[in-house]
């Protein structure tokens, strides 16, 4: 019996890509002792773009979460996901970087994730260096597509180029649930000749319906290690679900390294989270042939429907992602992937908007066309757009420019001064000063960590509600009477 590894991607991929980020840390703790007692190979738990949203949607702090969490799961490595760019859609300077680093290490994060949007092999070996002078240990994603440019051999070659790197793994990633059953036969066997001694994980999603399948035509070729999420937070546009692929390897002879039972819980927890709040509960999804078209990321497809809305042109969601399938073309086939697949997304639109293609240009694309999110991209697209593009007024304006590089004490001095933290500096840079000030200012939830509502909270609720004068509320034998009184002078 073949041993089979799991990393968990509940708490990061996992609540991204259905719930869209807004799993509180409250919500998070009861579990994570749980989690840890499971034998996962490592717990997926953030990524920058956590940041932004915890602090001013959430009033949550992302250091805080790691520190807990960490105590809580002491067996589990908590891995963290990197991009070329800290700040995803912006360029972010080394030494930001460098200290936001250096910060999850001192929180409590041991791993981390390293993707780069283009697979440029010099990004990764940038990042595979400051990863490890911080002390992280690297899983060097290979990012998968589908185009004219993402062939056998164009993999092949990468492969070959991250084993040479020494990250400590390499992750055939398939953000876009873009891989079949037939590509993963042709393309695993060449990631996994390639990686030589390297251990290669796999990771796909489910948009297509098809990441299950997938995950078990990369094990049956000798892929030993995946990465799953527990439901409700599972299927959908999210990863696959750790019991279907436990489940279904034991079938085929292989044994899964975890506890399942001690896993059954977890998933209960969320399931209550998820009814208790409203959100949604991941479930396998129908093929859909147009994905391999437009290729748009679920989460992204639900951003461009509230942007047509907003100028009432939702009726015309179909048009805009064809627009995409053009647009990409253009752009040389980029991988669709933050941050292209937001440069194209939003390009798309933006000509389906105005009625002409390519009348208004976002400022990224410009960049991206004078090269300055790589030469490689500018040179691969159509160089009749390109020459349209750098004739623009504002490209000109841009030519010259090229990202500051601020020390991290210059950077210091633009968030507050000397006396700021580096953990609130981080916060700062991401959130914003009023923004971090109102997180800490911020109440903290009453509401149970369980996932349900403790009776002394309840009660403490209904306490608070003025306009009733009575309540009763009765269950079986228990009877809950409350009523308010008036006390008169005398």
């Given at each position: 019996m073949?041993?089979?590894?799991?990393?968990?991607?509940?708490?990061?991929?996992?609540?991204?890509?259905?719930?869209?980020?807004?799993?509180?840390?409250?919500?998070?703790?009861?579990?994570?002792?749980?989690?840890?007692?499971?034998?996962?190979?490592?717990?997926?738990?953030?990524?920058?773009?956590?940041?932004?949203?915890?602090?001013?949607?959430?009033?949550?702090d992302p250091w805080e979460r790691l520190r807990r969490v960490a105590a809580l799961a002491p067996r589990t490595p908590l891995r963290a996901i990197l991009g070329r760019y800290v700040a995803a859609f912006e360029f972010t300077p080394k030494s930001v970087t460098d200290l936001w680093l250096e910060r999850l290490v001192a929180n409590g994060v041991r791993q981390v994730r390293i993707s780069d949007c283009s697979n440029t092999v010099s990004v990764w070996e940038r990042l595979v260096g400051d990863s490890r002078r911080m002390g992280l240990k690297s899983i060097l994603n290979l990012i998968f597509s589908v185009s004219p440019v993402h062939t056998d051999d164009y993999y092949a070659k990468l492969a070959r180029a991250a084993?040479?790197?020494?990250?400590?793994?390499?992750?055939?990633?398939?953000?876009?649930?873009?891989?079949?059953?037939?590509?993963?036969?042709?393309?695993?066997p060449i990631v996994l000749r390639e990686a030589g001694k390297v251990p290669v994980e796999l990771h796909t999603h489910c948009n297509t319906g098809l990441g299950p399948l997938c995950v078990l035509e990369a094990i049956k070729l000798g892929v030993q290690i995946v990465n799953t999420g527990t439901p409700p937070l599972a299927n959908g546009s999210g990863n696959p679900s750790v019991f279907n692929v436990a489940e279904n390897a034991k079938a085929l002879g292989f044994t899964p390294t975890?506890?399942?039972?001690?896993?059954?819980?977890?998933?209960?927890?969320?399931?209550?989270?998820?009814?208790?709040?409203?959100?949604?509960?991941?479930?396998?999804?129908?093929?859909?042939?147009?994905?391999?078209?437009?290729?748009?990321?679920?989460?992204?497809?639900?951003?461009?429907?509230?942007?047509?809305?907003?100028?009432?042109?939702?009726?015309?969601?179909?048009?805009?992602?064809?627009?995409?399938?053009?647009?990409?073309?253009?752009?040389?086939?980029?991988?669709?992937?933050?941050?292209?697949s937001q440069f194209v997304g939003v390009q798309a639109a933006m000509n389906v908007i105005l009625g002409e293609r390519y009348k208004q240009i976002s400022d990224?694309?410009?960049?991206?066309?004078?090269?300055?999110?790589?030469?490689?991209?500018?040179?691969?697209?159509?160089?009749?757009?390109?020459?349209?593009?750098?004739?623009?007024?504002?490209?000109?304006?841009?030519?010259?420019?090229?990202?500051?590089?601020?020390?991290?004490?210059?950077?210091?001095?633009?968030?507050?001064?000397?006396?700021?933290?580096?953990?609130?500096?981080?916060?700062?840079?991401?959130?914003?000063?009023?923004?971090?000030?109102?997180?800490?200012?911020?109440?903290?939830?009453?509401?149970?960590?369980?996932?349900?509502?403790?009776?002394?909270?309840?009660?403490?609720?209904?306490?608070?509600?003025?306009?009733?004068?009575?309540?009763?509320?009765?269950?079986g034998e228990l009877v809950l009477h409350m009523a308010r009184y008036v006390q008169t002078g005398g």
């Amino acid at each position: 019996m073949k041993p089979l590894h799991f990393v968990d991607t509940t708490l990061r991929d996992g609540h991204m890509s259905l719930w869209a980020g807004a799993m509180r840390t409250d919500m998070m703790l009861p579990v994570a002792a749980q989690i840890d007692r499971v034998g996962f190979q490592a717990m997926e738990i953030i990524s920058t773009s956590f940041f932004k949203k915890m602090v001013r949607e959430l009033r949550d702090d992302p250091w805080e979460r790691l520190r807990r969490v960490a105590a809580l799961a002491p067996r589990t490595p908590l891995r963290a996901i990197l991009g070329r760019y800290v700040a995803a859609f912006e360029f972010t300077p080394k030494s930001v970087t460098d200290l936001w680093l250096e910060r999850l290490v001192a929180n409590g994060v041991r791993q981390v994730r390293i993707s780069d949007c283009s697979n440029t092999v010099s990004v990764w070996e940038r990042l595979v260096g400051d990863s490890r002078r911080m002390g992280l240990k690297s899983i060097l994603n290979l990012i998968f597509s589908v185009s004219p440019v993402h062939t056998d051999d164009y993999y092949a070659k990468l492969a070959r180029a991250a084993a040479k790197l020494g990250a400590d793994r390499i992750c055939l990633k398939d953000p876009g649930g873009l891989l079949t059953p037939d590509r993963t036969r042709t393309l695993a066997p060449i990631v996994l000749r390639e990686a030589g001694k390297v251990p290669v994980e796999l990771h796909t999603h489910c948009n297509t319906g098809l990441g299950p399948l997938c995950v078990l035509e990369a094990i049956k070729l000798g892929v030993q290690i995946v990465n799953t999420g527990t439901p409700p937070l599972a299927n959908g546009s999210g990863n696959p679900s750790v019991f279907n692929v436990a489940e279904n390897a034991k079938a085929l002879g292989f044994t899964p390294t975890i506890d399942l039972e001690a896993l059954r819980p977890v998933s209960a927890h969320f399931a209550q989270i998820a009814k208790r709040e409203g959100l949604p509960i991941g479930t396998p999804l129908e093929y859909t042939e147009s994905h391999y078209t437009h290729q748009v990321p679920g989460g992204m497809i639900s951003n461009l429907r509230h942007q047509l809305a907003q100028v009432k042109m939702q009726d015309r969601l179909a048009e805009v992602l064809e627009e995409t399938a053009r647009v990409r073309e253009d752009f040389g086939y980029p991988i669709m992937v933050t941050p292209y697949s937001q440069f194209v997304g939003v390009q798309a639109a933006m000509n389906v908007i105005l009625g002409e293609r390519y009348k208004q240009i976002s400022d990224q694309v410009i960049q991206y066309a004078l090269g300055l999110w790589g030469e490689a991209e500018s040179a691969a697209m159509n160089p009749n757009l390109r020459d349209r593009i750098l004739s623009c007024a504002r490209a000109k304006e841009l030519a010259g420019w090229r990202p500051p590089e601020p020390s991290i004490d210059a950077v210091r001095q633009n968030f507050g001064g000397p006396g700021v933290s580096d953990d609130d500096l981080m916060l700062r840079y991401f959130a914003g000063i009023e923004e971090v000030a109102a997180m800490r200012a911020a109440p903290r939830s009453g509401r149970a960590v369980d996932g349900r509502l403790p009776l002394l909270t309840l009660i403490n609720e209904l306490a608070n509600k003025t306009r009733f004068s009575q309540i009763k509320i009765e269950k079986g034998e228990l009877v809950l009477h409350m009523a308010r009184y008036v006390q008169t002078g005398g």
